[in-house]
T-cell receptor
Framework: KAGVTQTPRYLIKTRGQQVTLSCSPISGHRSVSWYQQTPGQGLQFLFEYFSETQRNKGNFPGRFSGRQFSNSRSEMNVSTLELGDSALYLC?????????????FGPGTRLLVL | AQSVSQHNHHVILSEAASLELGCNYSYGGTVNLFWYVQYPGQHLQLLLKYFSGDPLVKGIKGFEAEFIKSKFSFNLRKPSVQWSDTAEYFCAVREGSGNTGKLIFGQGTTLQVKP
């Protein structure tokens, strides 16, 4: 099976702009989670989608949003970008059923905000 | 709030040395525990996981971890490291009682193995 794919892999934006990142989960997986990775804060959970519904949410401002489509692909949007949003954004997928699941991570999208 | 603590931020070892990386979490309920590894330039990969049963779990590449519930710990071990083990290691915890994909990660430990 193909792994989790994320596009684009690299992105440069300026402050105030918005950005949309995409994640395609492993075939058959219905849960997609997003994480932000920075040197200072480490890996932080943003949100999780399952069957097109947000199931969990981390402690990020409302500028960070997401959605999931019927084919389980997910997008994450960040509006009004700030310098501090520069990070590696990781997507992870799992089957999303009862507990005891393993999450598989994609390669990430590296976002640089200037 | 639930948190995960990795005691060592940067570890330097020589090849063939033994490795133990500490991980403690602060949640009293049922948990699922994971160790992930991130090799230079690569994405996060699962090393091993604990859901239930035998508290000593074995993973890939000769790694193992022991879950000690009374100490809220899940330490990673390898008897003899290789240069190729140079990477960043992350401990992660998920509340095991519900359907959730939310993982809480530790800050990570950078392991440098000298040839």
């Amino acid at each position: 099976k193909a792994g989790v794919t994320q596009t684009p892999r690299y992105l440069i934006k300026t402050r105030g702009q918005q950005v949309t990142l995409s994640c395609s989960p492993i075939s058959g997986h219905r849960s997609v989670s997003w994480y932000q990775q920075t040197p200072g804060q480490g890996l932080q959970f943003l949100f999780e989608y399952f069957s097109e519904t947000q199931r969990n949410k981390g402690n990020f401002p409302g500028r960070f949003s997401g959605r999931q489509f019927s084919n389980s692909r997910s997008e994450m949007n960040v509006s009004t970008l700030e310098l501090g949003d520069s990070a590696l954004y990781l997507c992870a997928s799992s089957a999303g059923l009862a507990g005891g699941e393993t999450q598989y991570f994609g390669p990430g999208t590296r976002l640089l905000v200037l | 709030a639930q948190s995960v603590s990795q005691h060592n931020h940067h570890v330097i070892l020589s090849e063939a040395a033994s490795l133990e990386l500490g991980c403690n979490y602060s949640y009293g309920g049922t948990v699922n525990l994971f160790w992930y590894v991130q090799y230079p330039g690569q994405h996060l990969q699962l090393l091993l996981k604990y859901f239930s049963g035998d508290p000593l779990v074995k993973g890939i590449k000769g790694f193992e971890a022991e879950f000690i519930k009374s100490k809220f710990s899940f330490n990673l071990r390898k008897p003899s490291v290789q240069w190729s083990d140079t990477a960043e290691y992350f401990c992660a915890v998920r509340e095991g009682s519900g359907n959730t994909g939310k993982l809480i990660f530790g800050q990570g430990t950078t392991l440098q193995v000298k040839p």
